[in-house]
């Protein structure tokens, strides 16, 4: 699996507009439905599900990141969607540090393995100290983009 079989590239936010944790989940789940990947009707249910996840153990692995993610009925296939952010956000991340590159994913219950492999396939790129930091010096969308390709290419 690659990055490019499970991102949304139309809903990839460069630059987010909220600082605050839920608002961010809130804010990349509104873009997934704007680009039909959800049904805008689920957006507020699904915003619930990852914050209460995200309640339960943070997402924010360290090294400025985070992956909120949930595993949903209302959801068909694991879709994700990348947010970034220059100021930094409050992700109660284990090295204590604010999260700039946020990979939010949501998958089907009735397919763990989907889950599994999306997941493991974000983290396998979130390892790349390279990968993180061109995420993180990112200015539009399309170097994001560009950055999740390339990823692609150099190994998955």
């Known amino acids: 699996m690659k990055l490019a079989d499970i991102?949304?590239?139309?809903?990839?936010?460069?630059?987010?507009?909220?600082?605050?944790?839920?608002?961010?989940?809130?804010?990349?789940?509104?873009?997934?439905?704007?680009?039909?990947?959800?049904?805008?009707?689920?957006?507020?249910?699904?915003?619930?599900?990852?914050?209460?996840?995200?309640?339960e153990a943070s997402t924010g692995i360290g090294k400025g990141?985070?992956?909120?993610?949930v595993k949903h009925e209302s959801i068909k296939n694991p879709v994700a969607v990348v947010g970034c952010s220059q100021e930094g956000i409050d992700f109660s991340s284990l090295d204590k540090q604010p999260v700039y590159s946020v990979f939010l994913l949501l998958s089907p219950t009735s397919n763990p393995d989907k889950h599994l492999q999306a997941m493991e396939t974000i983290f396998k790129n979130l390892?790349?100290?390279?990968?993180?930091?061109?995420?993180?010096?990112?200015?539009?969308?399309?170097?994001?983009?560009?950055?999740?390709?390339?990823?692609?290419?150099?190994?998955?």
């Open 7 to 55: 991102i949304c590239f139309d809903a990839v936010a460069a630059q987010l507009k909220s600082t605050d944790r839920d608002k961010v989940i809130e804010e990349l789940i509104h873009s997934l439905a704007k680009c039909r990947k959800i049904q805008e009707s689920d957006t507020k249910m699904l915003a619930k599900a990852v914050i209460k996840r995200e309640n």
């Open 65 to 69: 990141v985070a992956v909120p993610h």
């Open 127 to 156: 390892q790349k100290d390279d990968f993180r930091r061109f995420l993180r010096q990112a200015q539009s969308k399309e170097a994001i983009i560009d950055a999740i390709k390339d990823a692609d290419e150099d190994g998955n």
